[in-house]
């Protein structure tokens, strides 16, 4: 029997088992967590794919190509109107803290910026609509507009800051899984490439009220001003350039090939250029967990670094490697299932391009694993911006003598460069005692 003034509470055996249940309780919290966030990662990267089937099967070739292409212009509008926001505010509303006030002022600059570049990104599209495949596509080139802009406007950077992605990502699951749900029901009966674009511009902006709305009863009101809208687009304008610099032969490479080539060979190129950004975007997660250790590495000794780099190019090589061998073996029959039988050929530009997996590996551990957390962004920066302007001017050379092969030829000049600049800085950086390379 418990003592007098002393409750089974207090007996130690308790004290224990409630702990125990405390570190359960958080330990199953944080896997909850994880497995929201990550399932919400793959639902966005994979979700396209398993509908996909549906649109190559009701729609034709050449009409799938200028969707392809629409999208790839509608991604490169979506940078544009990040413009650096998610890296750049992302860190300001973290430092900020509980200042409710300060994370006002920056979110509703933010946003203020935003509805600043509005202005060229529609006078892009217009211009768009000018040239290619997708000349006088008004329809569908408007809804690749308002459906980069229903991407834009997601407030994604404010819930990574303020550590609530979990309830970003549950609007996010169920926004992809509403949109493979009407894709079934509807892209059957009603073959029309817009459809694609304006039903998920829909919904992502039924998703974004929420999210908005939630943050706004947060930190308030914005306050939109123009003046505030210009002031963030200063701060953000080197993080903005060389995101969109590095985009033109990344994301908007299928749209620059569509300048070039008919729609057909758009399609085939776009397919495998799909699957190859799919498998490369399998990357960040896993930066976003080993950067911080890595940054750590170096702050304690350059040797610790260099061990861990060493350690981080063990795991991506095998990494890269392995989905190289496994896309390789297997593209045939993932292009046949997901794009359907007359897409074939899309399987051997695959394989070529699957070059650019390995080799995209290895920039990433060096840019992530040793760059930043030395403090040489400016450095990467420089060199992919001169790289990005050579291959956005050896594209057209290069599609006119080899069609195809030539636009996946430029996509392989400027991964090949920076790993080759790379490798010798480290070597140069390793010889030169843990300093930094002068005059690179």
């Known amino acids: 029997m418990a003592g007098y003034g002393r409750t089974d509470s207090d007996d130690p055996s308790c004290v224990r088992w409630k702990r125990r249940v405390l570190v359960q309780d958080a330990r199953i919290a944080k896997y909850r967590r994880l497995l929201i966030i ?12 398993l509908i996909t089937p ?7 070739s050449f009409e799938w190509g200028r969707v392809l292409a629409t999208q790839a212009l509608g991604s490169w509008i979506i940078i544009l109107l990040d413009f650096g926001f998610t890296l750049s505010l992302s860190r300001k509303i973290a430092i900020s803290g509980d200042d409710v006030a300060s994370i006002n002022s920056s979110v509703s600059a933010a946003f203020s910026a935003k509805l600043i570049l509005l202005i060229p990104a529609a006078l892009i599209c217009l211009a768009a609509s000018q040239f290619g495949i997708l000349k006088s596509e008004y329809n569908l080139i408007a809804w690749g507009l308002i459906w980069a802009i229903s991407q834009g406007l997601s407030p994604l950077w404010y819930y990574q800051a303020t550590e609530n992605l979990e309830k970003y ?9 509403l949109y493979m749900i009407i894709a079934v029901l509807l892209f059957s009966r009603y073959p029309y490439g817009y459809l694609i674009l304006s039903v998920q511009a829909v919904l992502n902006f039924m998703g974004n009220y929420l999210m908005i709305k939630w943050m706004i009863n947060k930190i308030g009101p914005l306050n939109l001003s123009i003046s505030g809208g210009f002031d963030a687009l200063r701060q953000s304008f080197h993080l903005a350039n060389f995101s969109l610099i590095t985009s033109v032969y990344t994301t908007a490479s299928v749209y620059i090939f569509s300048l070039l ?13 799909r699957l190859l950004r799919t498998a490369i975007s399998l990357l960040g997660p896993i930066n976003q967990i080993f950067l911080p250790r890595s940054s ?4 304690n000794s350059g040797k610790e670094g260099v061990k861990n780099l060493k350690h981080m190019l063990k795991v991506y090589a095998f990494l890269g490697m392995a989905l190289f061998i496994i896309i390789w ?20 530009y695959l394989r070529i391009m699957l070059i650019i997996l ?6 990433t551990v060096i840019v992530y694993h040793f760059l930043i957390p030395n403090h040489l962004d400016s450095l990467v920066t420089k060199l992919y911006s001169y790289i990005s302007v050579a291959t956005l001017l050896s594209i057209f050379p290069l599609v006119k003598l080899f069609d195809t092969y030539g636009m996946i030829y430029a996509m392989l000049i400027p991964e090949s460069i920076a ?14 005692g843990g300093r930094v390379v002068k005059n690179d």
């Open 38 to 49: 990550y399932g919400s990662f793959f639902i966005r990267s994979f979700a396209f794919f």
């Open 54 to 60: 549906i649109f190559t099967e009701n729609i034709s």
């Open 169 to 177: 990502s549950l609007i996010d699951i169920a926004v992809k899984l």
């Open 261 to 273: 080539s008919p729609a057909l060979a758009v399609a085939l190129y776009g397919n495998a250029d």
């Open 296 to 299: 750590r590495a170096f702050k």
């Open 329 to 348: 073996i297997l593209s045939p029959y993932i292009i046949r299932i997901i794009f359907g039988e007359k897409y074939l050929e899309s399987s051997e």
């Open 358 to 363: 390995p080799m995209t590996c290895i920039n």
């Open 419 to 432: 790993m080759t600049f790379f490798s010798f800085y480290i070597f140069r950086w390793i010889n030169n």
